[in-house]
């Protein structure tokens, strides 16, 4: 599932997401299966970041979401870039 939440919206798109459950800080993409190489955890969280020309950083409301997600028994990684998290998944099981 990806969480369509990055990016800059106006006003009323804003306000339209926020009415349809959008909440600040969601990570980017959930993967609501067990992985093949994790079979304790519920799922696989990762928040993507962009990677060049400079490392975007995580913001509080990103780090108390995989925390949260984490204790819920979710594999959370913070990825920088697609590469990057196309490796996590394959670490994860998934090809």
Known sequence: ?????????????SARMKRMGAVKGFPDLVIYDT???APHKKGVVIELKRARPAPS??????K??????NLAGYECRVCYGAEEAMQFINEMGWT
């Open 35 to 37: 992985p093949p190489n």
């Open 57 to 62: 950083k995580v913001s509080p409301e990103q």
């Open 64 to 69: 108390e979401w995989l925390e949260k997600l």
């Open 1 to 13: 599932m990806h969480a369509p939440m990055g990016g800059a919206r106006g006003l009323i798109a």
